[in-house]
């Protein structure tokens, strides 16, 4: 079987040890998601097993050959390409066959008696069938139609999003065809149906093996059943698991480590006492025994047990009874991007915002804050209403003044101490007041807005991809404080798993309308793929199986929803 032989003694960079101890098989029907907090360098162990990074200590050994697809940036060298000319690019091998076919086709029409030319040619052109190469545009198309660009072929690449960008580069790689894929956040930017299509995909159509990076919970749970994690300085752990059950064993076995180490730290104290106290006088020699026998001990290592960051939202005291009120409302910039005929949103609702890119679900929000006016239509907003507004792009910061400077741009002057106070809630450390917000990372400037908004009171939170960047535990820790918000929320985000565990209703934008689905997202892919109503609710207020409901369901499926999403009344 092909497979990749990794053995990573060490990696530095700058005499700062990265990575080290890495030791595994990789085979080509592999399927593993690598897992671990933000800040572990896995990017950067991908980039070692695609051998982009080769100045490592250890080796990588390619066994029968295997061809490697990593998918690393979203996008071309060449911006001048059209989408269409950059998927062709993935089927190099094809285009290559068959330029090499239609010359040897040339030559046989002056020497049509040459043997080995026309051994050449079957040859080649059995290759060319076995590699589909009569359907390469076929091929284009079939990929290009599930990622939901196929309307985008004939643009250039440097006229289309980032999002489309990286579906352009998920088509490209996947047209590629290789032994083992390597995706690092193929999710990233990437609506709900493109990523459920990539699902799909990989379990039914990709024979052959992958590795993943993502922070989608439940893309990994559908796509993986192997888990390897990293640990910042440590030796890799396996799970034969996909993310959840990596989760519950994780915990099972951390725990025992860290039982076993107590128990041994306080064995070692006490022995070490003894010592001490023998150490002169008539038990001497026993003493020096003992301590040289201490000295053979192997010592357990502390198990890493990584930091959280703590979430806050202020509130105020009372909420009107309806936070927003929308009646024939067009939503859009110049044109129209879809009609909202009437909805209400209630002071206790969560509701995340469902749709593909380019919907204008960002649209909607930055029209409820009042930055962009309605097209037509009114909107009511009830009294005393204070929003609190997270964007995707991180608007409401600076990237060129101080973490300081920066909550004192929105009006938050508060003594050094304090603010260290504020920001270490959020993981960051007293140096880092004064560094400027664009030499933070990505999941540092997520935090230090969130740190920002903890100081506004709010009786509705707007949260534009809110768990962009974010880890997994910090994705958690998020929910469990989004949670205690008494108030309505209000939010868009393409993590299923965090829109099951919050929402208890879906505003889906598509076909130019807004439709509202009771429930979870979950919830509303189950009414959709059996053509119930969405306004039919699979649980009442006390989160009970609505049985009426569940005539129409399979029972079993019913329950296992409910198990996993079921919420309870407030």
Aim: charged share 30%.
């Amino acid at each position: 079987m092909k497979h990749l032989r990794v053995k990573i003694d060490k990696f530095e960079i700058h005499d700062h040890e990265i990575l080290r101890w890495i030791d595994f098989v990789l085979n080509e029907k592999d399927r593993v998601s690598i897992v671990g907090w933000n800040g572990v360098w896995k990017t950067t162990l991908l980039k070692i097993l695609t051998w982009e990074i080769r100045d490592f200590d250890g080796a990588i050994e390619n066994i029968w050959n295997v061809k490697l697809g990593y998918l690393s940036q979203v996008y071309s060298d060449d911006e001048s390409k059209t989408v269409r000319e950059e998927l062709r690019d993935g089927l190099c091998e094809i285009f290559a066959l068959d330029a090499e076919i239609r010359e040897l086709e040339k030559k046989m029409e002056q020497d049509s008696s040459d043997m080995d030319l026309i051994d050449t040619y079957t040859s080649l052109l059995e290759r060319f069938h076995n590699i589909w190469g009569n359907n390469s545009e076929s091929m284009i198309h079939g990929v290009a139609n599930g990622m939901w660009i196929l309307d985008l072929l004939d643009n250039k690449l440097k006229e289309v999003s980032g999002g489309q960008r990286t579906k352009v580069a998920l088509a490209k790689i996947l047209l590629e065809k290789p032994d083992i894929l390597f995706l690092d956040e193929p999710t990233n930017f990437i609506d709900m149906a493109s990523v459920e299509w990539l699902e799909s995909y990989l379990n039914n159509k990709w024979p052959w093996g992958y590795v993943i990076i993502s922070h989608d919970r439940e893309f990994l749970d559908k796509t993986c059943n192997k888990t390897y994690e990293l640990q910042p300085l440590r030796n890799i752990n396996f799970y034969n698991s996909d993310y959840s059950g990596y989760v519950i064993e994780r915990e099972k076995i951390e725990a025992i480590k860290l039982a076993d180490y107590k128990r041994q730290s306080e064995w070692l104290e006490s022995q070490e006492k003894l010592v001490n106290r023998f150490r002169a006088g008539s038990r001497a020699g026993w003493a020096k025994s003992r301590e040289k026998m201490l000295e053979k001990v192997e010592k357990l290592e502390a198990p890493y047990i990584p930091k959280k960051p703590k979430f806050f939202f202020e509130y105020t005291g009372e909420s009107p009874e309806k936070v927003l009120d929308f009646k024939e409302v067009f939503i859009g910039r110049k044109d129209p991007l879809f009609y909202i005929p009437e909805l209400t949103l209630t002071k206790w609702q969560r509701v995340g915002i469902v749709g593909e890119n380019g919907v204008g679900k960002s649209t909607l929000f930055k029209t409820i804050i009042g930055q962009i006016d309605p097209l037509d239509g009114h909107i009511s907003r009830g009294k005393w209403i204070k929003y609190v507004y997270y964007s995707q792009m991180h608007e409401e910061l600076d990237p060129e003044k101080t973490l300081r400077q920066n909550f004192e741009k929105h009006g938050l002057h508060y003594e050094e101490q304090m603010l260290i106070g504020f920001l270490a809630h959020y993981l960051f450390e007293r140096t880092d007041i004064d560094k400027k917000v664009k030499h933070l990372s990505g999941w540092q400037t997520s935090k230090l807005l969130f740190a920002i908004l903890w100081q506004k009171q709010s009786t509705v939170l707007i949260l534009d991809e809110p768990t962009n960047h974010l880890d997994y535990d910090t994705r958690e820790e998020l929910e469990r404080s989004l949670k205690k918000y008494p108030w309505a929320i209000l939010f868009i985000s393409h993590d299923r798993y965090f829109v099951n565990k919050l929402a208890d209703q879906i505003w889906l934008i598509e076909d130019g309308e807004l439709q509202v689905s009771y429930g979870n997202y979950e919830d509303y892919k189950f009414k959709k793929q059996r053509g119930l109503d969405f306004s039919e609710s699979l649980y009442d207020e006390s989160a009970q199986m609505n049985l009426v409901l569940e005539e129409k369901l399979w029972s079993r499926e019913a329950q296992r929803i409910k198990k996993k999403f079921g919420r309870k009344k407030r």
